[in-house]
């Protein structure tokens, strides 16, 4: 994950929530979206082996172009990022529009050969 200092201009007031405004690794944040320019609100922490993000809006879901904005704000280009889709009943929901983006910090995500996602062998 990106130094998120880097994003003090865009850093909220969270102290009354968590005590603190956080530091180069957790804070939250809001970002207009590239499509409406309405919030985007963002929660990012990196502890206990994990770096996530947190994306929401207040009336949908954020769409895919939302999300790989984020992604790009707060993840080097060269990190691997992933969303999850658990089964239902391992379904936390806090907040109906919102998700996450996750990165283990000491291993490597997975990814299928790019063939796979393009439709051509090598």
């Known amino acids: 994950m990106r130094d998120l200092r880097v994003h003090?201009?865009?850093?909220?007031?969270?102290?009354?929530?968590?005590?603190?405004?956080?530091?180069?690794?957790?804070?939250?944040?809001?970002f207009p979206s590239p499509i409406d320019g309405q919030s985007l609100r963002v929660l990012a922490s990196s502890?206990?082996?994990w770096d996530h993000v947190s994306v929401s809006r207040s009336s949908r879901v954020p769409n895919w172009i939302e999300m790989e904005f984020?992604?790009?704000?707060?993840?080097?280009?060269?990190?691997?990022?992933?969303?999850?889709?658990l089964p239902p009943s391992e379904h936390i929901n806090f907040h109906p529009h919102c998700l996450h983006l996750w990165r283990p910090?000491?291993?490597?995500?997975?990814r299928p050969p790019g063939w796979m996602v393009?439709?051509?062998?090598?």
């Open 118 to 122: 393009a439709g051509k062998r090598p």
């Open 47 to 49: 502890d206990d082996g």
């Open 8 to 30: 003090d201009h865009r850093r909220l007031d969270a102290t009354q929530v968590y005590g603190w405004n956080g530091d180069h690794g957790c804070g939250a944040f809001a």
């Open 70 to 85: 984020i992604k790009r704000k707060f993840f080097e280009d060269s990190e691997t990022v992933m969303q999850l889709h």
């Open 105 to 110: 910090h000491h291993e490597t995500i997975p």
